[in-house]
């Protein structure tokens, strides 16, 4: 359905309203020691509408995509919206009004398409190479996973838009024996874009995971880590996850009104005057990010937002209905991942600023500490209490890298662990497959500098 087709059903509209037609196409395929474990490719359609009034929203949704269906899911999210609005009362002021205007960004491949059967076969060479390349490798996974979200959004308000937002993520874990028991270590290739963007050249992708083959052959020689607060070193790769899950989630308005830590937190000092972090909306320091979103899924333009400023928490993550109770202007921040998914406040692309450090300068700042580059998963709550798990790292002894370190955990209050940040590098990278799961599990961009701060680490 064409944008002029689709923008008269505006006419339909007798309260604020926001209609949207989606699909979600997704591609995964796993092979696991050249064996396919996973071969599948999907595509989610429908059409959904939300509705307010006075305090109360209305939401209807339908997987068929046709003119009569979206006048009948306009008037069962109105009816909805109207219904619990003569059954209840709240005082609540009116929505911002906000307007995008005509917005149209189609990233899609202008490359020809390869089949299903063409990238099972990329993946089959690929771990040919790599079982004929790395001697040392007892198990290996390659995991594809590609997602197209394609959106048509129209609003009461005046906005309307249509983007294409694709995202190819190849997962490869290695897995070698060192006196019996396995050691793993996984890493990501790939980010923004449609399979036929990335992976064209073998040899340079085989290169990369050379590297990450080397950081698993030292891992096996590593060693257990000393427990305790200690100085260490968090690489772009932790930077980007603690800066979503342990300071991100407590500055999302809804989790604030659910009690967040950062509730009190306003306009007060929460980390080291060197931190600065912003959730940014499509691009960050003159590049895209990892996850552009250029209108949001309520029509509002979406605009970066700086959550700390030299130390300071300056702001909250918003939807309409957020900012009308904080009275300020929304974010940007409404997003839902699928056609029947209402929009929640999310995260598009957070994180710390680059600081003035050298990485050099900072790894020989530690006498006794270590450097930490990636982890697994981990979790945090609305306190700001987090725990990760890290599954590559070195010892920093006298200020040299020394040997790496098995899998550990690191602990803390990030608001706390802020305070301690001493040096931020002058290097900043994207985390490019980031999903965060609240309550709806939908693209994210996490990215950073690396950052000197005291950290609690596990031992053996």
Known sequence: MELSEFKKFSSLFSEYTELRIQENRNV???????NIVRN??????????????DGFWGFASNPEINSAVIRSVIKDATANAIFLATKNSRQVKSLPTTSGGRIEKDFSTSKPRITQKEIIEFLRDLDDRLVRTFKNISTRTLSLNCLDM???LLTSSGSLAYTVIPRSILYVVLTTLKDGKPIELYDTYGGFGQIEEHFQDLEDLMARIGTQYEHLQKKAEGIHPDAGLKDCILDAD???????????????????????IAADYLDTEVASPLVSMTDFASSALGRQCPVPV????EGTPAQDTVLIEHGILKSFMH?????????????????????????LIRMR?????????KLDDMISSIDDGYYLLKSSNGQADSTSEFMFGIVMG????????????LDTTISGVAFDMLQTITMISDEMSWTCSGMCGKKQSIPVGMGGPAVKCKINIGGK
């Open 294 to 297: 250029f209108v949001d899924d």
């Open 150 to 152: 394609e959106k048509k």
């Open 40 to 53: 599948s490719r999907t595509a989610l359609s429908g059409v959904s509408a939300r509705v307010y009034k």
């Open 394 to 405: 070195y010892e920093i002894k006298k200020g040299s890298i020394g040997r790496a370190i």
């Open 28 to 34: 995964s395929i796993a092979i696991v020691k050249g």
């Open 349 to 357: 692309n957070t994180a710390i600023l680059p600081g003035p450090d």
């Open 238 to 260: 932790l930077a980007g996850i603690l800066s979503h899950e342990a300071i991100g989630h407590t500055v999302e308005a809804d989790i604030v009104l659910g009690g967040s």
């Open 319 to 343: 939807n309409k209905e957020t900012a009308a109770h904080f009275g300020v202007a929304p974010t940007g921040n409404a997003r839902a991942y699928g056609f029947d998914d209402e929009p």
